[in-house]
């Protein structure tokens, strides 16, 4: 840990509010918080004794408590849920991949707004929002992009996600994507009209690889990617090459976008590196030489596009945490299966 540890822009062993703490990347984020000695309190949908007990056993009784918010359209709960808390990480977010804008769009940006609301009438220090890849970008495979401007915006996916007459197979995608876009982009406004006490920031990571916390934890994107030991290509039909991130590379991007005095009115790119599903089904067989993986799609191209940001989200993991850089797409994959 750098100097920084001594210069918190939350105070040292105050509470976080992590919301959607039971799922693959909110759980990261939990257990960055509290691996650093902070108390956390982590908003689910439904009791999950099984979380409690989980971060409990490893960090001591009094650090992990859940709050049950079933959604967040009710502003008074979530300004009860965030008596004595010093930070908040909105992690939870439409995950359904429906393919009715209606249905995700309008809340996830009610959601957010309503965070950043509550979070003002409290004596909140700062708000760090998980945006996506997908509010900046969906690459095109072969498609040379360049991303040098934090303020990127993905308006194809806007315009996919609300066409009438749209075919798009990826409409999910592009629902879910428009989703992102307009969820942080709103969240943007929100604090440029209501101009709070506290300090916003937003990360947005890639494909998430890693490992998964607790057998309950679904898992999310690692589970897609699990499921190839299994025999399961699912993978390859719901996804292109992209970009990768390491989920707790990720995780420890929104506690530096929580904690350092830095930060400040800032999007964090979590881009590791571009990857190819051959890349992924190769490294999977070199860890697991018996297992009988899936055979990746032939000529799915490369994901071309340079995401110069992501240079700054590096560095601050090299200054915060002392890493080397990212972690590797091998270490990643080997962090996933290494229980199985
Ligand atoms: N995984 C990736 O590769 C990736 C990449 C970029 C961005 N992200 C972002 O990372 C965040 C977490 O995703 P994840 O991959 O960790 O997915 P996940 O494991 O499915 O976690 C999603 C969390 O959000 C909660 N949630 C979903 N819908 C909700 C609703 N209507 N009301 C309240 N809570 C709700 C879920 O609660 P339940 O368990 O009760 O459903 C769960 O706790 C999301 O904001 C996602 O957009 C993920």
Not at 115 to 142: D, Y
Not at 209 to 234: C, E, F, Q, T, Y
Request: hydrophobic content about 45%; glycine content about 6%.
């Amino acid at each position: 840990m750098s100097e920084n540890d001594e210069i918190y822009a939350v105070p040292r062993r105050s509470k976080i509010l992590v919301t959607g703490a039971n799922g693959f990347i909110g759980s990261h984020v939990v257990n960055c918080l509290l691996e650093l000695g902070f108390a956390v309190r982590g908003t689910v949908r439904q009791p999950k004794p099984w979380l409690n007990d989980f971060f409990q056993k490893k960090f001591g009784p009094e650090t992990f408590e859940t709050v049950i918010v079933p959604n967040f359209d009710d502003v008074n709960l979530l300004i009860r849920s965030l008596e004595g808390i010093s930070g908040v990480v909105h992690v939870a977010s439409d995950m359904t991949f429906s393919t009715d804008p209606n249905l995700v769009i309008p809340w996830v940006v009610r959601a957010t707004q309503n965070i950043l609301e509550a979070a003002s009438q409290q004596p909140v220090k700062r708000v760090v929002l998980t945006s996506s890849s997908t509010a900046a970008l969906v690459p095109e495979a072969n498609l040379e992009i360049r991303v040098d401007e934090i303020d990127t915006w993905n308006e194809a996916s806007l315009r996919a996600a609300w066409q009438q007459d749209t075919t798009d197979d990826r409409l999910g995608l592009h629902v879910y994507a428009a989703s992102k876009t307009e969820g942080e982009r709103q969240a943007w406004k929100w604090i440029q009209t209501n101009k709070p006490s506290f300090v916003f920031n937003s990360v947005l990571p890639n494909f998430n690889i890693g490992k998964i916390l607790h057998p309950n934890i679904k898992g999310s994107s690692s589970d897609w990617v699990r499921n190839l030991l299994a025999g399961d290509p699912m993978l390859f039909s719901i996804i292109g090459p992209q970009w990768f991130v390491d989920v707790v590379d990720n995780a420890r991007l929104h506690v530096i976008a929580l904690l350092d005095p830095n930060v400040k009115s800032q999007r964090l790119f979590a881009f590791a590196a571009p990857f190819q599903m051959k890349d992924i089904a190769s490294t999977l067989k070199k860890l697991r030489p018996h297992a009988a993986i899936p055979s990746p799609p032939v000529g799915e191209g490369l994901d071309l596009s340079d995401i110069v940001p992501s240079k700054t989200a590096q560095e601050l993991l090299q200054v915060f945490y002392g890493q080397r850089g990212w972690t590797s797409l091998e270490e990643s994959l080997a962090a996933l299966i290494e229980d199985l």
